[in-house]
């Protein structure tokens, strides 16, 4: 019963509350630290002025810029973004998770975001990703100016595309870098990276209770290096491939995850999990806002999506604690 009730507390909040109604702090410090953090506060949102954190489009953020935090002992989820991503490409559910209850921090990959891309198809960027997120983690519990609010018991994962492997890698499953040079069938500069030799370990890190993976790169991962999870996991999939994301390999690594995933397989394309996009974002960016097939409505499933992943947080980050 008391799952129950917290399950619909979660859901209705999220569909109840304003869109992107949560407060919200600008970081940067520089190139490897650059984002925003989200989290619970009562004011009367706007339209957030990015300046030179901005990626030369408007994909319409609104919150109420540095308002004081509401609540104590809150939990925290850390938000890795796709390839050539940025920190604000899932601000609908970032907001909808702050406006539930939960502090949220995503930063710019540095070298692989909207703003830099300069290390997008370099292996470095595999390798660094992980260790992006515990620099983040780190600056959230032990430098961010309200870091006394979280509860470092209560700490979550949201990864997307990209941010789906980074976020596979840092809560314990190993990339087989090995596995997707085997697949490497032209000489890109990733797959000659490969090939050339000894690759180092990524970044894992245990403080990390729970996971909401979408859509992530799939021929990183093997059913012996994803037997090393060992926290539940919400894990989303689209139907519809593109490029390395291939709606085979993500079934394979959901068949894969240990113990009993939530598992959700979405009837649309890659970039349904990126926030909704306005008709002006759509006219300067469609090829990440052109939703396929062409009647899905991304604006209505990311009701369902952000009240599902703020449910599977409340349900594994603060029932019982």
Request: hydrophobic content about 45%; glycine content about 10%.
């Amino acid at each position: 019963m008391r799952k129950a009730f917290w399950s619909a507390i979660a859901v209705l909040s999220c569909l109840a509350s304003p869109v992107n109604a949560a407060g919200i702090q600008l970081i940067n410090h520089g190139p490897n630290l650059t984002g925003a953090i989200w989290y619970p506060c009562e004011g009367k949102p706007k339209d957030v002025e990015l300046g030179e954190l901005g990626v030369g489009v408007d994909y319409g953020l609104v919150g109420v810029k540095d308002c004081p935090v509401t609540g104590t002992k809150l939990p925290l989820v850390i938000v890795s973004h796709g390839y050539v991503g940025w920190f604000g490409g899932h601000h609908d559910t970032a907001a909808a998770l702050a406006d539930a209850g939960f502090v949220v921090a995503a930063i710019n990959h540095p070298g692989d975001n909207a703003n830099d891309s300069s290390r997008k198809d370099d292996l470095s960027s595999f390798l660094s990703r992980p260790t992006d997120m515990v620099r983040l983690l780190d600056f959230v519990l032990q430098e961010w100016k309200d870091g006394a609010v979280i509860d470092p018991a209560k700490i979550g994962l949201f990864g997307f595309s990209k941010g789906g492997y980074t976020g596979l890698a840092l809560i314990g499953a190993a990339p087989d870098f090995g596995r997707y040079a085997r697949g490497c069938t032209d000489a890109s500069k990733l797959c000659e990276q490969l090939r050339s030799g000894d690759i180092p370990a990524v970044a894992h890190d245990a403080r990390i209770r729970a996971a909401v993976i979408a859509d992530p790169i799939p021929g990183f991962f093997t059913q012996s290096n994803l037997a090393a999870i060992r926290i539940p996991v919400q894990f989303w999939r689209a139907e519809i491939g593109i490029g390395i994301i291939d709606p085979e390999g993500t079934a394979r690594v959901a068949r894969a995850l240990p113990g009993k995933p939530e598992v959700h397989s979405v009837p649309a394309g890659h970039f349904a999990f990126v926030a909704p996009c306005s008709p002006e974002l759509k006219a300067a960016l469609p090829r990440i806002c052109t939703d396929k097939p062409a009647e899905f409505d991304r604006l209505a499933f990311h009701r369902e999506f952000n009240g599902s992943v703020a449910r599977f947080f409340h349900e594994h980050l603060t029932e019982g604690n």
